[in-house]
């Protein structure tokens, strides 16, 4: 089966510029996560979907990061401004479901700052 | 507030050699405990899942309730062992997926 598509693979934005990252889920996976993974760090969620609602975006910054899933598909993640704290990579997953279900990774997006 | 503690950045060991890889959570619940692999250049993927008991690639978690590890082990490890572990816990309330910091393994001939 096709994994979890991103695009694009590399961004590099001067700080307060915007920047939209696009995820394509797993067809069929109803759960879709947002993980920033900053270096040497684990992936941190940033926004859960289920379907198209929101189930947890609590560690969002909601001052300057929105998602949104319409459709309950492919889903985009902005940022606006940028600051330089947001260089990360940014990695898209799904899953069939919520419960001890398998998380399926994109290769993730690359976002430096400067 | 779950939490995923992964003490060790780096772990090196030679070939053949046993591998344990720690991690500790703090939940309160009953956890779901996975451990996530990288090897270089490829995707985040899952490794094994603690409710199922199994061994991939010779490694096996075992949860241990009363001191809430959940730590990864090999008998003898190889090359191709050489990757970012990460330990992860599901959350029951809204399946919120939480990694450690990971812990690099790095197998030498």
């Known amino acids: 089966e096709a994994g979890v598509a991103q695009s694009p693979r590399y961004k590099i934005i001067e700080k307060r510029q915007s920047v939209a990252f696009w995820c394509n889920p797993i067809?069929?996976?109803?759960?879709l996560y947002w993980y920033q993974q900053i270096l040497g760090q684990g992936p941190k969620l940033l926004i859960q979907?289920?379907?198209?609602?929101?189930?947890?975006d609590s560690q969002l910054p909601k001052d300057r990061f929105s998602a949104e899933r319409l459709k309950g598909v492919d889903s985009t993640l902005k940022i606006q401004p940028a600051k330089l704290e947001d260089s990360a990579v940014y990695l898209c997953?799904?899953?069939?479901?919520?419960?001890?279900?398998?998380?399926?990774f994109g290769q993730g997006t690359r976002l430096t700052v400067v | 507030a779950q939490r995923v503690t992964q003490p060790e950045k780096l772990l090196s060991v030679f070939k053949g050699a046993p591998v344990e890889l720690k991690c500790n959570y703090s939940?309160?619940?009953?956890?779901?405990l996975f451990w996530y692999v990288q090897y270089s250049r490829q995707r985040l993927q899952l490794l094994l899942r603690?409710?199922s008991r199994e061994s991939i690639k010779g490694f096996t978690a075992d949860l241990n309730k009363g001191e809430t590890s959940f730590h990864l082990k090999k008998p003898f490890a190889q090359e191709e062992d050489s990757a970012m572990y990460y330990c992860a816990l599901l959350s029951k309330g809204y399946s919120t997926l939480t990694f450690g910091k990971g812990t690099m393994l790095l197998v030498s001939p």
């Open positions: 939940y309160s619940g009953s956890p779901e």
């Open positions: 979907f289920q379907n198209n609602g929101v189930v947890d």
């Open positions: 603690h409710i």
């Open positions: 997953a799904s899953s069939v479901g919520r419960m001890n279900t398998e998380a399926f």
């Open positions: 067809s069929g996976h109803a759960t």
